[in-house]
Structures are given as structure tokens and as C-alpha cells.
């Protein structure tokens, strides 16, 4: 398995590549914002460690041009900043998970390996269909009678979710762990935020309305009748 860290501190950089080197990765490690931006673009990884606040080109930049490119990479943001504004940024722009600093080693080499079991995954099913919602997971596109709708690989994963468990409740703290990888704080709104965005894109301009709210359980996708 190859990664890629994106980090400008010395000592944060090398303490990560010595421990997932150590751990069985090949790992590279690009000291700013314009090397790692290059290698991430050129170069083909299972996995990528991208810090937020870089010289020259910063994390934020570099997540927004591989999605934009198509590159669906699993990435870990590392941030000095736990901001829910900064972390919904982040997860909107297409990041997988992320990772406040200080963090212990540990907990990232935990992250690391469950976002390469997910990117690795064996998908059962090509097609999800849920009234005129199709979800196609081989193309990685979404439409709505017959529209294509643009969603970040955050909303993509999250709709994915919903649409496997269709006319289930799904809570938030469910929610968190399978999608973002991360225990629910019942103080971030981060979850309801990106619902709110998925069904904006999903559900505003169309009817039947799908993703429903149950106050106090948590969310389903199904169609009104059904539920």
C-alpha cells in the first residue's frame, strides 16, 4: 500500500513516515504544498495525508483539485484546528476523514487502515435505485429523473449509506461512525449540516421528497408513502 504525507513540519512528517513505514506502507513524503500537490496529481496512491495549512499551495487546494480531477483517493486531513467550520470544509470538499492536532499515533495508524479496508472494500451491488434517485457506484455519479447531480465524495458515501438502508432510521451517531469515521459529539451540528446539503442537491428541486427527519431518532431515505 502506498501513501502519500503532505506536511511542512519536520518533525511531524518524519515521525510519520518512520511509523507507517514501520508499520508495512510505503510511504512518501512531500514537504509543501506544491510537491505534494504535484505527486498527489501524477502519481498513483491508496491513500493520502494531506495537512491543511501548507506554503504555496494549501490543503484545501490540493483536496479540491483531486476531486475536481476525479481522483476519488481516500484522504486524511490533519488540522491544527478542531473549528466544526474547518471539518465540515473539509468533509464537503471530499476529504474521507481528519484528524485535530496533537493526535496520538496510534489513533491515526486506526484511521489509516479503516480507510484502506473501505477503499478496498468488494462492492456487492453496481446500482442503487430508489424512486427515480440512481445511484451508480461504478461511474461514481448520481442522477435524478435523469438529471446528473454533482456531490462531493462525502455526500456521495453518505447517500450510498442511506440508500443501503433504505426506509431504516439511521441516528446520528450511526451516521458518524460509518461515514466520517468518528464519535458523535452531540454538540457538532457537522451531520445535520451535510444532510442538509445532500438534500438540497437531492430532494429541493424534485418530488417526491426522500430524505426524511425524525426528530430526536435521526434520518431515513424512502419514499413519503413508505414511511
Known amino acids: ?3 502519500l504525507i503532505t506536511e511542512d513540519e519536520t518533525k511531524t512528517g518524519e515521525y510519520l513516515r518512520q511509523g507507517l513505514s514501520e508499520a508495512g506502507f510505503a510511504v512518501e513524503l512531500a514537504r509543501n504544498g506544491r510537491d505534494g500537490q504535484h505527486l498527489a496529481m501524477t502519481e498513483t496512491y491508496d491513500l493520502i495525508i ?4 501548507l ?10 483539485s483531486l476531486r475536481d480531477a476525479g481522483h476519488q483517493v481516500p484522504v486524511l486531513l490533519l488540522t491544527a ?7 465540515v470544509k473539509g468533509l464537503e470538499l471530499g476529504a474521507d476523514d481528519y484528524l485535530v492536532k496533537p493526535f496520538a499515533f496510534a ?13 478496498t472494500a468488494p462492492v456487492a451491488e453496481t446500482r442503487l435505485v430508489v424512486a427515480d434517485l440512481e445511484l451508480d457506484l461504478m461511474r461514481r455519479r448520481v442522477t435524478r429523473a435523469g438529471r446528473r447531480l454533482s456531490l462531493t465524495a462525502k ?5 450510498e449509506l442511506f440508500m443501503r ?19 458523535f459529539n452531540s454538540d457538532s451540528n457537522i451531520i445535520d449540516v451535510a444532510i442538509r446539503r445532500l438534500r438540497a442537491k437531492i430532494d429541493d428541486d424534485f418530488e417526491p ?6 426528530r430526536g431518532m435521526g434520518y431515513l431515505l424512502d419514499v413519503p408513502n413508505k414511511v
Do not use: C
Open 1 to 3: 500500500m502506498r501513501i
Open 50 to 53: 494531506l495537512d491543511v495549512m
Open 55 to 64: 506554503p504555496q499551495v494549501d490543503g484545501w487546494s490540493i483536496l479540491r
Open 81 to 87: 484546528r478542531g473549528d466544526v467550520d474547518d471539518r
Open 107 to 119: 489513533e491515526l495508524l486506526a484511521r489509516v487502515r479503516t480507510l484502506l479496508r473501505r477503499a
Open 155 to 159: 455526500e456521495f458515501n453518505l447517500l
Open 165 to 183: 438502508h433504505q426506509g431504516e432510521v439511521l441516528t446520528r451517531s450511526l451516521i458518524a461512525s460509518l461515514v466520517w469515521d468518528m464519535n
Open 209 to 214: 421528497k426522500l430524505i426524511q427527519t425524525l
